[in-house]
């Protein structure tokens, strides 16, 4: 049996791995996934640093070409594997995507990821800090998520792709999403997608 061109190198329960996960099940591909186990730093050792220099996950190598980062992989994703609507070509469109993208990589990795890490981990941080990112990224999603169904548009992009997992995973930081209506519509529309993976819960 030929194995998958497609290798993911990811950590199960890592919000930035799942994104590229549930990303590849949206597209329908077929891949081998390569566990690599942070707890024993596996991720800053030479064999791992040379796929990626930052001794971060994910990494995608698809053939020959390797790539690292989850946003960046996501972007690859749509555009060598996905339809247009995915990441749209247009500047306007690709603009509001990238827009989110970015709050994916701040608000978001700052707030309610690191709130997760805290509560799950005991990683020390600043943990009220980290909850009032949340918070307020919640709060410019949820009304934004109150004029339109998903984050960039109306159809789903990897915009939706990348806030998805660390937003419903929100909760496992103790940062609770009932005062926000329309980002709780939005991730049941997400889980509706034909291909949606869940996120393993960390307690699970």
Not at 177 to 202: K, N, T
């Amino acid at each position: 049996m030929t194995r998958p061109a497609l290798k993911l190198y990811d950590f199960a329960l890592s919000g930035h791995s799942h994104r590229v996960r549930l990303m590849l099940s949206l597209l329908g591909l077929e891949y081998e996934t390569i566990p690599v186990n942070l707890r024993e730093g596996e991720h800053k050792r030479p064999d791992f640093l040379k796929l990626n220099r930052f001794g971060q996950i994910p990494v995608l190598a698809d053939g020959d070409e390797t790539i690292p980062d989850s946003n960046a992989i996501l972007v690859y994703l749509a555009r060598r594997y996905g339809h247009g609507d995915w990441l749209p070509a247009d500047p306007l469109g690709e603009a509001r995507v990238q827009r989110w993208l970015s709050a994916a990589a701040g608000p978001l990795a700052f707030g309610a990821a690191q709130a997760r890490l805290h509560k799950w981990r005991g990683v020390p941080l600043d943990y009220e800090l980290a909850a009032s990112r949340a918070k307020a990224l919640f709060q410019v999603m949820d009304e934004e998520l109150a004029e339109r169904p998903f984050l960039a548009g109306d159809t789903a992009t990897i915009a939706d792709v990348a806030l998805y997992t660390y937003t419903a995973r929100a909760p496992e930081g103790e940062i609770p999403l009932e005062p926000y209506p329309h980002v709780r519509a939005w991730l049941a529309r997400v889980e509706a997608l034909p291909g949606f993976l869940p996120m393993p819960a960390i307690n699970a």
